[in-house]
């Protein structure tokens, strides 16, 4: 008869790491705070007894957190080693005497694995409760529609660094009317699969079919003209969708791995006084904008603004078309290009 002995089953560990950082954070932000109350207490101004409770609180979540995962780990790592105690006594008998309980020794063993499998689920069920434990804490101290944003952000499972545009006004092409202009855009990025599974960053850009291509004399002329992914281009075949006007690539991404993406492409806009919106779909740790003025004698003033809480903090440096802001960036957040006409004099 074979006797192998039981792999048992223990924690990925990943639950351990999200909650001591959780309570990591708890005790940083509670201490933060009550420096906070501390200061406006000397200096006299409103707001201290607020802070005091809202430090009290934070540190309060760290300890119960801490304590809930020190005692729930102990308890599972003895009643692990008491089972497999027992279990090892067990086969070291069948192994002496094979007399003993030997016909149902495979029946006890799937028993005890099983038995093994239902510690571990109740294991799981107890940092689901911690998980609780963390958003009643949250909703608590925070408006409840907020929370969902905050939980709906965090669950996206990619992170976008090195995000650059280079945004080019350029003469209209040959046959286009002369009230519009070209716009072409660059942008490149590196996106980051943050998650524990594999996932598919879709590569997607779009532009409005509208009146205006027609009015401005577009013609059949391509809107999207390029894309590579880690260097390597990729055939207009396989991601253009929608008479070309909706670029919608796939790129499938280990946990942890990233590539390299860079578009191109460009649009007709009215030379006249006018805008464009570019907005984030994936969170994007910061912005880098280029302008480049190809057109000076019909496009004037390009100033770019930003849809984010740290617009006062752009790094703007207009006179050689750099814009940046290094603050993360959510999704439906972003920038728009403001340019007025060329004044004659």
Known sequence: MSQGRLSFPRSSGL????????????GFIGLALYGVEVFLEHSERTGAHLAQHLSIAFLVAAVSI????????????????????????????????????????????????EALQGLQTEFTKVEERISD??????????????????????????SKTECEYTLRFQPPHDGMNSDWCVLQ?????????????????????????????????????????????NGSDIPPAKYLREEGFVLDYPVLLQPQESAHIFLRGEEPIRIEPNRSFYQQSTPADALDISIQNYFPEAIGSIDVQMH????????????QGRFSLKRAFMPGQGFEVIWKRTTTP
């Open 133 to 158: 434990i963390l958003a009643e804490v949250l909703r608590r101290l925070v408006n409840q529609a907020l929370v969902n944003e905050i939980k709906y952000v965090l669950g996206i499972p990619f």
């Open 185 to 229: 855009r660059d942008l490149a990025f590196t996106v980051t699969n943050i998650g524990q599974e594999p996932k598919i960053f879709p590569v997607r850009s779009s532009f409005t079919t509208d009146k205006n291509f027609a009015t401005a004399g577009w013609s059949s002329r391509p809107v999207h003209l390029k894309l590579t992914v």
């Open 66 to 113: 801490v304590g809930i995962e020190f005692n729930a780990r102990k308890r599972m790592q003895q009643e692990l080693e008491q089972f497999q105690e027992r279990f090892a006594q067990f086969e070291r008998e069948v192994k002496n005497d094979r007399k003993i309980f030997n016909q149902d020794f495979e029946e006890y063993k799937k028993q005890a694995e």
């Open 15 to 26: 639950g351990k790491k999200i909650f001591m950082k959780s309570a990591v954070w708890f």
């Open 308 to 319: 984010h809480p740290g617009r006062d903090f752009i790094d703007r440096n207009q006179d």
